[in-house]
Nanobody
Framework: QVQLVESGGGLVQAGGSLRLSCAASGRTFTDYVMGWFRQAPGKEREFVAAIRWSGGSTFLPDFVKGRFTISRDSAKNTVSLQMNSLKPEDTAIYHC?????????????????WGQGNQVTVSS
């Protein structure tokens, strides 16, 4: 059973930065993608970033490009989301997720395992 444990997040003023990390354990597949989604109250879950573990290719939607960066640490088996220039509309619960294979999918239905989520709150 794959387990994802997130850390980081919290409260920050607009324009500030936060970093989320996700540690994965129990993985049995060799080629996989890790990603981040977020969900604000009353809204659908939204794709934020994905990274292919082998090779490090990334995919981010336009609304976070230039502000958010996803990276991985192979030695620690963790993935991180560095969030800069945060806006109040970035406020949400952020979930780490993973799927087998190589497709950098922006669709939550394509992912198999999910972390419990961490709150990110950006004040204006």
């Amino acid at each position: 059973q794959v387990q994802l444990v997130e850390s980081g997040g919290g409260l920050v003023q607009a324009g500030g930065s936060l970093r989320l990390s996700c540690a994965a354990s129990g993985r049995t597949f060799t080629d996989y993608v890790m990603g981040w989604f977020r969900q604000a109250p009353g809204k659908e879950r939204e794709f934020v970033a994905a990274i292919r573990w082998s090779g490090g290719s990334t995919f981010l939607p336009d609304f976070v490009k230039g502000r958010f960066t996803i990276s991985r640490d192979s030695a620690k088996n963790t993935v991180s989301l560095q969030m800069n220039s945060l806006k109040p509309e970035d406020t949400a619960i952020y979930h780490c997720t993973t799927r087998a294979g190589r497709a950098l999918s922006p669709h939550d239905k394509d992912y198999d395992y999910w972390g419990q989520g961490n709150q990110v709150t950006v004040s204006s």
